[in-house]
């Protein structure tokens, strides 16, 4: 009768009081390799990283903040478009499984001078219709804290695709990851004129990965030192080219817009950090979600971006220089 009741209460502790930026089952067991080619993401090994979804079709990705917040960015969302077409996958690497997680969202919110010419600004926020419950599959992420680090330990990224492009019966939607490092800015202007200091350079730590850009909205999560938490440094936004090697993707500069997150979830009545109540998420149980339509578009095979890239990307093509 003791184990129960001490079971019940660790499991509401970690409800209540969750830290951001820890992966409590990734950390805890030792590591033995099913990733492919290097870049399969681990069960747990980004507890943060959300898909969102309109008409039950990845759009972007995004990431837990708190109970009530999802990080994304705002060149994801049209202006017509409507909360309820959309929802938000958390707690797991494999968008087909069969009962996801799945919330529905109430408000979204983008940075009221995003400028779609030069993708300024390429921030936004979803409020949840219900909490997040929190567990080993679904973790927070830290916002940067202040000042910023001059330099990241270790910085990763990660996005939903397609797997398996020869065989597309065989195809599931994992979760796939790959090694980034930050570019001095001033170099990376020399690429992107346009660049804004709102936004950073990142590219594939090791050169060898011929890959093209993750899900728009994902995040750039980084720590300091080996077994620290996490960080979301940047949000996925915007690129070049596919594929081409050497040239950077652009992401958001988080640490200028910390002070932007926690006023907007104050004014709309649900604060980064508070008590997080054990209240009734809202879970559904949704069917297999079909194979997206990217799979038709054939990426080139080399892609990395196979796995990156989502066929939203493609659609918004016009995101891209
Ligand atoms: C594709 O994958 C499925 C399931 O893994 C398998 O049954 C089938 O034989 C594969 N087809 C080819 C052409 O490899
Ligand atoms: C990364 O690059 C190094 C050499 O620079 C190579 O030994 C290693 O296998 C590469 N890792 C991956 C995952 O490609
Ligand atoms: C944004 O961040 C960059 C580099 O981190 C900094 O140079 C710039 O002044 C910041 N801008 C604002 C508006 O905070």
């Not at 779609?116 to 927070?140: C, G, Q, S, Y």
């Not at 170099?187 to 899900?215: S, W």
Request: aromatic share 8%.
């Amino acid at each position: 009768m003791i184990l129960p009741s001490i079971l019940l209460l660790v499991a509401h502790t970690l409800g209540a009081n969750v830290e951001c930026g820890v992966r409590p089952l990734y950390d805890s067991r030792t590591r033995h390799s099913r990733i492919i080619g290097g870049q399969e993401a681990e069960v747990g090994e980004f507890p943060w990283q959300v898909s969102i979804r309109e008409m039950n079709h990845h759009l972007c990705g995004g990431s837990i903040i708190s109970e009530w917040w999802i990080l994304t960015v705002a060149h994801c969302f049209y202006s017509e478009i409507s909360p309820k077409e959309l929802t938000v996958i958390v707690g797991t690497n494999d968008l087909t499984t069969s009962s996801p997680t799945e919330l529905e969202v109430s408000s979204i919110i983008r940075h009221k001078n995003f400028q779609r010419h030069n993708m300024d600004n390429d921030i936004a926020l979803l409020l949840l219709a219900t909490p997040i419950k929190f567990n080993d599959l679904t973790v927070p992420i830290c916002l940067p804290f202040q000042p910023t680090p001059s330099s990241w330990h270790d910085c990763w990224v990660a996005g939903w695709g397609i797997t398996n492009l020869v065989n597309k019966t065989s195809s599931k939607t994992d979760l796939m990851k790959a090694p980034m490092h930050i570019i001095d800015w001033k170099e990376c202007t020399k690429i992107f004129t346009k660049l804004t200091t709102n936004m950073l350079c990142a590219a594939y730590g090791n050169e060898t990965y011929d890959a093209c850009q993750g899900d728009s909205g994902g995040p750039l999560v980084c720590n300091t030192e080996p077994g620290k938490k996490w960080y979301q440094v940047g949000i996925i936004s915007w690129g070049k080219s596919c594929g081409e090697k050497g040239v950077p993707g652009i992401y958001t500069v988080l640490s200028n817009y910390t002070l932007w997150i926690q006023k907007i979830a104050q004014i709309e009545g649900k604060p980064l950090g508070v008590k997080r109540l054990r209240d009734s998420g809202k879970k559904k149980t949704r069917g297999r979600s079909h194979s997206s339509k990217c799979q038709a578009l054939g990426y080139p095979k080399r892609c990395l971006l196979s796995c990156l890239l989502s066929c939203v990307l493609l659609r918004a093509l016009s995101n891209w220089e």
